[in-house]
């Protein structure tokens, strides 16, 4: 064994040494194969542990008896037989031998407590495997090593001793009672029950002893420390003091471990309470802690009795000591101020825990048990935390405050839920109690006065929006909650209006209520009735009327006094700030106290709001300036539009920054037009598009106006045009800029009403030439620069807004624009493109008619180019489907829109019958059965337009082509209604599908129109033709025709698609 002995300590020896790395792989898998092979070499590696010099020292170094403590415990963790006899002895002499050496008569391994802390997991470990049955005297044995020896010169117990039980017993707790290490495991059937048999040993034989040890060395330590804070100079060492609070510490921690899983009656008696009520107001942290815990696992404590748990609560009297605790910290929070002790604020965390548990629970008494007398006391008790807890959710800290929170949450849902049940208002206290609440959270609602919201995480932001909601109670009492939010916000704006100096906080807070008034009143009108007593106005009439001679709401009254304050003008721009999220969140007010507009808007355009010198302020307030103008359109005087396009044209020039990519594989070009700034800028565009709109009872004006927002741009553009053309993709700016030039021509036109369709008399049109202008110039852009995706992207987005605006005016650039969007593109463009031609056609109806003509031959070629690429990926699959889907969208718009005959004019028609063939593929295609019924949508469109019988009007190639196309009723017969009886058939047309049996009655629709555009041709097609053809009995051949002829949609569909599942289970 010795030579065994010298090869491990060797092999230790080189895995901790870094210069032999040449053997260290090697003496790793060495000491691996030790470990693994444990049920051999424990006999080795004990000896390797406990083996002592002639001195009394240990023979070998610390890492080599960690290493064998680890073999150790791979021997003994998993090992659920009992041991031989000697083996057993062997393994026990050797431990008791070691604990009297080391830590009855020796220093307990003070150079090295990591060996310690394992050697208390390794004999825990030992007991497990041994207690039941072969050392049930453990614990007798260990507490004869606690008592001092005649050797000893230390008074009481033996400190070292005392610390290895505690840290047993802890261990113990962990492994045989604490759920979290338990479910942490792989559940093994065998641990499961051994630990249950240790469990019930411990509480039969030795709990009661365990827990007079623990608290006898408890109560001796609390003495010994009393002792020697009052007279210091008792200490037998330096030391003695620290030691003292350490074996305390661990004593509390050891008891809160075993209080969950042993009697109740042990661990709570007329000693342990108020000797735990002084451990929690002691003045080490540590103990404080450790008790706090102590005391939440006693309280949370499971008993079978709901009587017993509130006599349980009673003899602790928790709620008086956790009431004086807390007023005492919260003395010292403020007496403290600005200086933060994270020690003692974790304290005032373990309070408010503690608090919570105790109201828990006295809540489940409250709300579960029948005994009316066990519920009153409970509701007492739990009546008097209340305050408490509302203290503990006003602290300052975030960890402290949310520590009650699921009280809370229980008290409050428990007012909810006796609110449904009965009408009666609520009595005085739980009204008191609210009101409380209520001040508290109003307090809470408050930006720390040092804090800067602009330079706050967003998380924090997140969570504090969420706190700063009342919904809580404005569920159980909503006249509450509105009354004490209007008194505040009322007397904040009120105060700063007469001069009384405020917080900025405090101002912030007052605007914030205003701002949620909205949605906290519940009872509030929409529209304008939420601001104003009016009586009911039609729609058509409200323009015409004076509001100004109504009374204002409570919620209109705030806000008149909050434009009236000035209050934008505080000094900290978090308070103008929330003043704008404000007013344009609430425009409707404005509509019926006009007077407030103008002051409003001289505010939001100063250095108040869009001038201010804070970027990112500014970039909030260009959306909320453009909302607020967007929704007051109609109420701003139309003769300070330039007036307020002048203020903002310092803002409009266009900047251009190239970031610094993040990653190599980052395209610059990508990241710099995504730029936030721009995009916020953007928004002003559009405002000025707006204004600009509203000037259209003098066009000479508008135009000039357009022309002068519009002109810069655009020279702006064709120097930048001009620079892209000659330096190429070298420098980036210039093509930047276009881009941005573009987006914000684009946006200027969306501020413009849409083209009208069809246009009403004495309309007076906008200034189409210069939209013309605009379309031209970027289409030349994009001639030249298509290659760049950027650039695509910003046409498309403009030239929609801009067709919008002028309609027929500009359609005429639709097909360059689609040979220079296609020329390069990406699948995902040719969605988007598609989508973009569908809105045009929503929007210019009849108007598209000729673009589409030349449009949809080469895009139809485009699509079926693409279709027929090979998939390579789920990336290709994904852009396959999407593409498909827009295309059969865009081909249903045509239809829908009766711009069907593009796809029989001279230009297109050649290419009419492959169109037809593509969307019966289509149609049978069940792997895709969404672009499957879109396809059979189309098809019943077709049938519908050009199905008709020989007697009808012959179609054309005009713009209603319809009527009947020559052929077309040999591709209904000989095509369409065989594919609408193949398809059900095909053997991957699964009926459990939900989206196939969308599919299915988009067939039953198309045989329905099939027949009711061809008459009583198609009745005698299928009686006598095809069903007998496909072997259809003739009786249900005659049944399922006048089925067919007879239903309506709704039961016919049901009728086809029983009809079909019916054949397919009977075949």
């Not at 520590?403 to 008290?411: A, D, K, S, Y």
């Not at 302020?617 to 002048?646: C, G, M, Q, W």
Request: hydrophobic share 40%; proline share 5%; with cysteine.
């Amino acid at each position: 064994m010795e030579q065994q002995i010298d090869q491990v300590v060797q092999a230790i020896n080189i895995a901790f040494d870094q210069s032999q790395i040449s053997l260290h792989q090697q003496a790793l898998a060495y000491l691996s194969t030790v470990q693994q092979n444990s049920n051999e070499t424990w006999r080795l590696v004990l000896k390797l542990f406990v083996d002592q010099n002639a001195d009394g020292t240990r023979k070998y170094p610390a890492q080599v008896r960690f290493f064998a403590l680890r073999v150790l415990d791979e021997f003994l963790d998993n090992r659920f037989e009992r041991f031989d006899d000697e083996s057993f002895q062997t393994l026990q002499q050797a431990l008791i031998a070691y604990i009297q050496s080391e830590y009855v008569l020796g220093p307990a391994e003070a150079d090295a407590t990591f060996i310690r802390n394992k050697f208390s997991h390794t004999l825990t470990l030992f007991f497990l495997c041994t207690y039941n049955e072969q050392w049930p005297t453990f614990f007798s044995d260990l507490f004869t090593l606690i008592q001092p020896t005649e050797q000893s010169s230390q008074k009481g117990f033996n400190r070292h001793v005392s610390l290895l039980f505690f840290h047993i017993v802890l261990e113990i707790s962990g492994e045989v009672a604490d759920q979290i290490i338990k479910s942490a495991r792989t559940f093994s059937a065998a641990r499961h029950a051994r630990d249950g048999r240790v469990r019930d040993g411990v509480r039969e034989r030795d709990a009661s002893r365990i827990n007079e040890a623990v608290l006898t060395i408890v109560a001796e330590g609390a003495e010994r420390m009393a002792e020697l804070r009052k007279d210091p100079t008792a200490a037998s060492d330096p030391k003695e003091l620290d030691n003292v609070v350490e074996v305390v510490d661990w004593g509390v921690r050891t008891f809160g471990s075993y209080v969950g899983w042993i009697d109740i009656n042990l661990t709570v008696t007329p000693t342990t309470v108020p000797l735990l009520f002084n451990l929690l107001a002691d003045s080490s942290l540590p103990i404080r802690l450790a008790t706090s815990v102590a005391l939440l696992r006693i309280v949370s404590k499971g008993l079978k009795e709901p009587s017993d748990k509130l006599q349980l609560l009673k003899v602790l009297s928790l709620g008086q000591v956790l009431e004086a605790l807390e007023a005492k910290t919260r003395q010292q929070q403020q007496e403290r101020g600005d200086d933060t002790d994270e020690g003692e604020e974790s304290y005032r965390e373990a309070l408010g825990k503690l608090l919570n548990v105790l109201g828990q629970e006295l809540a489940k008494l409250v709300d579960d048990f029948p005994n009316e007398e066990v519920r009153a006391e409970a509701s007492t008790y739990l009546l008097h935390i209340q305050p408490v807890m509302l203290h503990f959710l006003a602290d300052d800290y975030d960890d402290t405050c949310s520590t009650v929170f699921p009280l809370l949450q229980t008290i409050l849902s428990a007012y909810k839920r006796a609110r449904k049940i009965s009408t009666e208002p609520l009595d005085q206290s739980k009204r008191a109690f609210l009101i409380s609440l209520l001040e508290v959270i109003l307090v809470k609602m408050k930006w720390d006065a040092d804090s800067d919201p602009d330079d706050a995480d967003e998380d924090d932001i997140a969570e504090f929006e969420k706190m700063r909601k009342a919904n809580s109670i404005l569920s159980i009492d909503q006249d509450l909650v509105t009354d004490a939010v209007r008194t505040l916000a009322s007397n904040t704006i009120s105060a700063y209006r007469s001069g009384v100096s405020i917080k900025w906080n405090d101002a912030e807070l007052g605007v914030y209520l205003v701002y949620i008034f909205g949605e906290i009143n519940k009872t509030g009108g929409k529209g304008r009735a939420a601001f104003c007593q009016a009586p009911a106005v039609d729609k058509d009439k409200r323009k015409a009327t004076d509001y100004s001679e109504y009374p204002l709401t409570p919620h209109g009254e705030m806000l008149a006094a909050l434009v009236q304050s000035g209050i934008a003008s505080f000094s900290n721009r978090s308070v103008a700030l929330q003043v704008f999220e404000t007013v344009s969140r609430y425009t409707d007010f404005f509509k019926v106290r006009k007077e407030c507009i103008i002051p409003t808007l001289e505010a939001i355009v100063d250095v108040r709001g869009l001038h201010n010198d804070n970027s990112q302020y500014r970039s909030r307030l260009f959306y909320l300036f453009h909302r607020f103008i967007k929704e007051l359109r109609n109420e701003i005087p139309v003769d300070i539009a330039p007036t307020i396009i002048d203020s903002m044209r310092d803002l409009l020039p266009i900047v251009v920054e190239i970031p610094e990519p993040e990653e190599p594989e980052q395209d610059v070009l990508t990241e710099a037009v995504k730029n936030s700034t721009f995009e916020s800028q953007l928004f002003l565009f559009e405002t000025a598009g707006i204004l600009c709109s509203l000037m259209f009872k003098n066009p000479s004006q508008q135009s000039t106006v357009l022309l002068s927002l519009v002109k810069p741009l655009m020279d702006d553009l064709s120097v930048n045009f001009q620079a892209v053309r000659a330096n190429g993709t070298s420098d980036l700016v210039p093509i930047v800029k276009v881009h941005h030039i573009i987006m914000a021509l684009g946006n200027i036109a969306k501020g413009f009403p849409d083209y009208p369709n069809p246009l009403p008399q004495n309309y007076i049109l906008p200034p189409l030439e210069v939209f013309a202008e605009m379309a031209q110039a970027i289409l030349v852009c994009l001639e030249a620069m298509n290659v760049f995706k950027p650039i695509r992207d910003a046409t498309r987005y403009a030239f929609a807004r801009i067709l919008a605006t002028a309609g027929p005016t500009v359609t005429h650039s639709i097909p360059p624009l689609m040979s220079n969007l296609l020329a390069h593109f990406e699948p995902s463009e040719l969605v988007d493109f598609m989508n973009f031609i569908g809105l045009l056609i929503h929007k210019l109806q009849k108007d598209m008619f000729d673009v589409l003509d030349q449009l949809i031959g080469p895009l139809s070629t485009h699509i079926t180019t693409l279709l027929s690429q090979p998939i390579s990926g789920t990336d290709d699959q994904r852009a396959h489907i999407e593409t498909k889907k827009a295309y059969l969208a865009l081909l249903n718009n045509i239809m829908a829109s009766r711009l069907q005959g593009i796809f029989i004019s001279d230009r297109n028609s050649a290419s009419f019958e492959n169109l037809i063939q593509t969307m019966q593929q289509l149609a049978e295609d069940v792997l895709d059965p969404a672009c499957e019924k879109v396809a059979l949508t189309f098809l019943s469109r077709c049938v519908t337009v050009w199905g008709h019988p020989a007697g009808a009007p012959t179609a054309t190639n005009g713009q209603d082509a319809g009527g009947s196309l020559p052929g077309f009723e040999r591709f209904i017969y000989e095509r369409l209604i065989p594919t609408a009886f193949r398809v059900p058939s095909l053997p991957n047309f699964n009926f459990k599908d939900g989206q196939l049996v969308v599919v299915l009655h988009e067939i039953a629709n198309l045989l329905q129109t099939i027949c009711k555009i061809r008459g009583t041709e198609a009745y005698t097609f299928f009686i006598n033709v095809f069903l007998p053809s496909q072997n259809w009995p003739p009786d249900m051949a005659a049944d399922f025709t006048t089925k067919l002829r007879d239903l309506d949609g709704k039961n016919f569909r049901k009728y086809f698609t029983d009809l079909i599942r019916s054949s397919r289970a009977s075949s």
